[in-house]
């Protein structure tokens, strides 16, 4: 079974929209953590923001907010006023326990047109 | 600023011709990472050091390689490289192995294989 999913292999909106990328997770460990990156067509991978399990608030990185609900186990990122330079791909990741390794979900590419 | 840093860029070698990739770290963290990421795919974990303890992934062939000799530098040598190892190689790295704990990426060495 995926552990990570991101049901939107594409994405478009317009600049100054907010926009929504969905992500839902799968696990049986009480204690994770999500994680959302960017990645523009140059290749890097820039961290954008961080939801612990424990954590009781949403949590928000300027423009980027999440929107976590626990119970639907989902991490959904929300891009408010978009940008040109948000055009990318963005990735959905979870971090288990004491585990060493980050589980990815497929991505999903955002268009911001004028 | 304390960051990821990956050498070369862009790497061009020819079929068989051994290659060595570069990541180096000023963060003083003590997990790094060798990722590979082909086109329009998650980036797939190979192997990891927590310290200087080596972790390779089931799934790594044989002809992927990694030394650590200290904490800020880690190497990814790829013994022959075939046609199907042209990706991108993304480095990153994590203060400790718990779930939150963020992974910082490099940003990548471009690799093609002729």
């Known amino acids: 079974a995926q552990k990570i999913t991101q049901t939107q292999p594409g994405m478009f909106v317009q600049e100054k929209e907010a926009v929504t990328l969905d992500c839902t997770y799968d696990?049986?460990?009480?204690?994770?953590?999500l994680f959302w990156y960017k990645q523009p067509s140059s290749g890097e991978m820039i961290f954008l923001i961080y939801?612990?399990?424990?954590?009781?608030q949403n949590a928000t990185e300027g423009r980027y907010s999440l929107n976590f609900q626990k119970a639907r186990k989902s991490a959904n990122l929300v891009i408010s006023a978009s940008q040109l330079g948000d055009s990318a791909m963005y990735f959905c990741?979870?971090?288990?326990?004491?585990?060493?390794?980050?589980?990815f979900g497929t991505g999903t590419r955002l268009q911001v047109f004028p | 600023d304390a960051m990821v840093i990956q050498n070369p860029r862009y790497q061009v070698t020819q079929f068989g011709k051994p290659v060595t990739l570069s990541c180096s770290q000023t963060?003083?963290?003590?997990?790094m990472y060798w990722y590979q990421q082909k086109s329009s795919q998650a980036p797939k974990l190979l192997f990891h050091?927590?310290?200087?303890?080596?972790?390779n992934e089931a799934d790594t062939p044989d002809n992927f390689q990694s030394r650590r000799p200290n904490t800020s530098f880690c190497f990814l040598d790829i013994r022959s490289p075939g046609l199907g190892d042209a990706a991108m190689y993304l480095c990153?790295?994590?203060?400790?192995?718990?779930?939150?704990?963020?992974?910082?990426f490099g940003p990548g060495t471009r690799l093609t294989v002729l």
């Open positions: 963060l003083n963290h003590n997990v």
């Open positions: 050091y927590y310290d200087k303890d080596f972790n």
């Open positions: 939801q612990g399990s424990y954590d009781q």
């Open positions: 990153a790295t994590s203060r400790e192995g718990r779930y939150t704990d963020t992974q910082y």
């Open positions: 696990t049986s460990d009480p204690s994770y953590g």
């Open positions: 990741a979870m971090r288990e326990g004491d585990t060493d390794k980050l589980i």
